[in-house]
């Protein structure tokens, strides 16, 4: 396993207590209130090249699904992967995507490959981090990056306590002397919806505003869709340690760990920003995908504006 993780720590936590307790240099915060945040300029985030390579050119998405999914569930993540390469107008997912693009020279597209299913939890529902690097070694990993999804009964080391997610690199063997990149994403909807599913569920701190509706009518899932557009990106810009980040290579802010909590114009604590409406089922999104899809995605950091981008 290697010696460091890239977590995607809970949003509400790191978004919300950042501004009254913990300095960040995510969103070049102080301590002030969510206000004070709002109403005064704040320095750029930069996040700095470390001369370490990018992941660039075609590659192939793994999937393990580990526990119990619904095919319909299944259908929204992979539309997601799916709709990364789907050119559509803005704001689309593969619109989101393209910055990844200004990430050094050269695109990232995802290629689907194989799936599999472990709905009958072979390594038990309480999993450690270094479980998750095992799983990963099951999938090919030749120019790819291998994705494992938990179901909502399954609990990871440090899973709703201060990360939703995380990317990693680990080697394909003992033996072996080349790493190759891998994600995981937990369902949080039964055991913290509220920190790895805001703005779809009531946050346990900060301001208490009314959940905003899903766009696929999936709490978990659609946190599920945030958190996965997250460390996808970050393992993209930065997959060994030396790519874009801010801060130590063990806890780094990268491309989108940096914009925690904004998805649309005038976000700040406790507001997503605004986003819009689908008028049909009242849900709010900020990205158009494959099959009709609609999703919400967090904002990315700029590396020619040096500040975090929304789509609307």
């Given at each position: 396993m290697a010696s460091s993780h890239h977590f995607l720590q809970l949003s509400i936590s790191l978004f919300f207590l950042s501004s009254l307790l913990i300095p960040s240099t995510a969103l070049g915060t102080a301590r002030?209130?969510?206000?004070?945040?709002?109403?005064?300029?704040?320095?750029?985030?930069?996040?700095?090249?470390h001369n370490g390579p990018l992941l660039k050119g075609n590659l192939t998405v793994n999937i393990i699904w580990y526990g119990k999914f619904t095919t319909p569930q299944r259908a929204i993540l992979i539309d997601f992967i799916q709709s990364v390469n789907l050119h559509m107008p803005a704001p689309s997912v593969s619109s989101w995507w393209s910055m990844t693009e200004k990430y050094k020279v050269g695109s990232t597209t995802l290629i689907l490959g194989k799936q599999t299913f472990d709905d009958k939890y072979?390594?038990?529902?309480?999993?450690?981090i270094n479980s998750l690097a095992r799983m990963a070694r099951r999938a090919d990993h030749v120019n790819a990056i291998n994705v494992i999804f938990t179901a909502q009964d399954v609990s990871?080391?440090?899973?709703?306590?201060?990360?939703?997610?995380?990317?990693?690199?680990?080697r394909a063997s003992k033996q072996s002397k080349t790493k190759f990149p891998y994600i995981w994403v937990g369902n949080p909807e039964l055991q913290c919806p509220g920190e790895c599913a805001w703005p779809f569920a009531q946050p346990p701190y900060g301001p208490q505003t009314k959940p905003l509706v899903s766009p696929n009518g999936d709490v978990g899932i659609d946190?599920?869709?945030?958190?996965?557009a997250t460390v996808l990106a970050d393992a993209v810009?930065?997959?060994?340690?030396?790519?874009?980040?801010?801060?130590p290579?063990?806890?780094?802010?990268?491309?989108?760990?940096?914009?925690t909590g904004i998805y649309g114009k005038g976000a700040y604590p406790g507001y997503p920003g605004e986003l819009l409406l689908d008028k049909t089922t009242g849900a709010s999104y900020n990205a158009a995908g494959i099959h009709g899809r609609k999703y919400l995605l967090p904002a990315?950091?700029?590396?020619?504006t040096s500040a975090c981008t929304t789509l609307v």
């Open positions: 002030m209130t969510a206000r004070m945040l709002y109403l005064v300029q704040q320095p750029a985030t930069v996040l700095n090249y072979s390594m038990g529902k309480s999993l450690q990871v080391y440090d899973f709703c306590m201060n990360l939703c997610g995380t990317h990693d690199s680990v946190g599920m869709i945030i958190n996965l810009t930065n997959p060994y340690d030396n790519g874009f980040y801010q801060g290579a063990s806890a780094p802010l990268e491309a989108v760990s940096a914009c990315m950091w700029n590396p020619k």
